[in-house]
């Protein structure tokens, strides 16, 4: 219950729709309480008096009554799908905004697939309750209500005995309910993971092809599919068992009219239009009490997928602005790492008593091997991740103390896999810079040594980029990246070396690139590359997340430790000398 009233929060602004859907409903339900009365009534005066003038009047009054309950079912109907589209916007732009503002922490452990469903195939399901079961349920009861009192005042006795088997309808309901509620959290969560299986297969499917797995991710698929399957069969078994039983309850109480009903009307205590009228309401009665066990399905099935919508909207960040933050200018450049210690699971630390200070328009080389740091140390100072001790300094202020945005806007990242949308060349460029200007583009794209390939192209700069930019080669890309960020014109940056996976003119022109960009920043590199190695003002040596050296070349080289070691490893291998023993 209290999912369904957050959800019904998101309702909240549409509240006039929803009142005027209410009265239309409210109007249809009486209009339809009108037919069964004309119609008894015009029995009973058949049978005794025959007025035809009554007649006309009662035809008139039903064929008005089925006219107006049509408008007022059509307004109903309109105006809760209204309501269930817009609310149904609201939640989707919720969800996005919340997934938009949550940390790298929080998509390190979730899923594409699951989020996927949760936005499209859960969303779906709550639209869904506003557009039937919301009013619905309403419905159902004010109708249960009125035609209990008219059964009443038409003979209690036999209105008592009529409604007789409603508690047995009702708990049945609420334990069809009941059971259904699980089977549909685990139809949504299967149908997240079939979604999740299709994502990787889709977005993997040159390594799947690489490695002859069609086979393995094809069994994956049935697998979940067939989990899905049985699970959906489950549920229709429980909706097909209750329908009948429903039928069933209901046609008893039909049976009984008739029986007592009839010895009633034989001794005189009740007329047969009012005979009629029961068996008229009653049936009235079904229908809505038929549809309530399709209405419990519906809520069964939003409570799952809203408990799921809301564990994303109530999703925490780990990463938190301050309400006090201030706006960062323009950088000069100086970071300092002040003891700075981090952990990804709060359990292992990743860095430990990181302490160092770049003065601005230096270039930071990072080394170490796998699972040394060097990528933390990168992500730490965009605040990707905050630190679990210690703190970062940004030209002496804390980047806790700034607003995310501006903190970001001063920091490019070149990464080694680098994420193209799938858009034009154009709009990759200026992802970052929307309003910038076609001039500005080219002359960010000519630094970049990217602008004579875009132009050889047919579309030029309109020419638009596969999924994820696979149809451009992995030095295209990673010019286009440089020039995306010298559009920004950051005054720190972040560089994931990637030229060793390239040939050597495409490493040319990137080094061609690269030094243009480097050029008056800050800079951060994770490389191995000698001649950057070389030429950086301060060298880090990162061992299980402690800088073990730190210093220039020389002063490092003079040191004979760890970085003497990399450093001829790598010098070895660059002029063929490594010996590879087998």
Request: aromatic letters at 8%; one cysteine or more.
């Amino acid at each position: 219950m209290r999912v369904l009233l957050r959800l019904i929060i998101f309702a909240k602004k549409y509240w006039g729709k929803l009142t005027l859907a209410f009265l239309c409903l409210l109007a249809s339900t009486v209009f339809s309480l009108v037919v069964p009365r004309m119609l008894g009534q015009s029995i009973d005066v058949i049978l005794t008096s025959g007025d035809r003038n009554f007649l006309l009047i009662a035809a008139a009054v039903v064929v008005s009554a089925s006219v107006l309950r049509g408008l007022a079912g059509y307004g109903n109907t309109y105006l809760t799908q209204v309501v269930s589209q817009e609310t149904s916007y609201d939640i989707k732009n919720a969800l996005f905004e919340r997934l938009q503002r949550l940390s790298f922490a929080y998509y390190d452990k979730a899923q594409t697939g699951q989020l996927m469903s949760r936005a499209t195939v859960d969303v779906e399901a709550v639209r869904m309750f506003f557009g039937m079961g919301l009013l619905g349920i309403t419905q159902t009861l004010i109708l249960f209500a009125a035609i209990t009192l008219i059964l009443i005042t038409l003979d209690w006795k036999l209105a008592l005995m009529s409604l007789s088997f409603m508690p047995v309808i009702a708990w049945r309901t609420i334990d069809v309910g009941r059971r259904l509620a699980p089977i549909w959290l685990n139809i949504q969560q299967v149908i997240a993971s079939l979604g999740t299986t299709l994502q990787e297969s889709l977005t993997g499917a040159r390594v799947v092809k690489a490695f002859t797995y069609q086979p393995g991710e094809s069994q994956k698929f049935v697998t979940d599919a067939r989990a899905l399957y049985n699970t959906e069969i489950d549920a229709a078994r429980q909706i097909a068992i209750n329908m009948p039983l429903m039928t069933f309850f209901l046609s008893l109480p039909t049976a009984l009219i008739l029986w007592y009903g009839g010895h009633q009307v034989s001794a005189g205590d009740l007329t047969i239009g009012n005979l009629t009228q029961f068996v008229l309401y009653l049936g009235l009665l079904s229908m809505p009490v038929r549809r309530l066990g399709f209405l419990i399905n519906n809520l069964s099935r939003v409570a799952s997928a809203g408990q799921r919508i809301l564990e994303i909207l109530d999703a925490e960040s780990q990463i938190e602005e301050n309400p006090r933050a201030i706006q960062l200018g323009k950088v000069k450049g100086q970071i300092t790492f002040d003891n700075v210690g981090f952990s990804y699971n709060s359990m292992s630390p990743t860095l430990k008593n990181i302490t160092f200070t770049v003065q601005p328009g230096q270039l930071v080389a990072l080394l170490g091997g796998s699972g040394s740091g060097k990528s933390t140390i990168a992500n730490l100072i965009p605040r990707f991740y905050d630190v679990s001790a210690g703190r970062i300094m940004i030209d002496g202020t804390d980047i806790r103390d700034t607003t995310l945005a501006s903190l970001r806007k001063n920091v490019g990242i070149v990464q080694q896999d680098i994420f193209l949308f799938s858009a034009t060349i154009r709009d990759n460029i200026a992802y970052g810079a929307i309003d910038a200007s076609m001039a500005d583009i080219i002359t960010a794209t000519r630094a970049a040594h990217l602008h004579d390939f875009v132009v050889s192209l047919p579309e030029g700069y309109n020419t638009w980029v596969g999924e994820r930019g696979i149809t451009l080669s992995g030095g295209e890309r990673q010019r286009l990246s440089i020039a995306r960020t010298l559009l920004v014109n950051p005054g720190i940056l972040i560089l994931d070396d990637s030229t060793s996976s390239v040939d050597a003119e495409t490493e040319r022109r990137i080094r061609q690139a690269l030094n243009k960009l480097i050029k008056g920043r800050t800079t951060f590199i994770i490389t191995h590359r000698l001649p950057i190695i070389k030429n950086a003002d301060l060298i880090l040596i990162l061992k299980n997340g402690e800088i073990m050296e730190m210093g220039k070349h020389s002063e490092l080289m003079a040191l004979n430790g760890l970085y003497h070691q990399i450093y001829q490893a790598q010098l070895a291998v660059s002029e063929g000398k490594e010996l590879v023993e087998e």
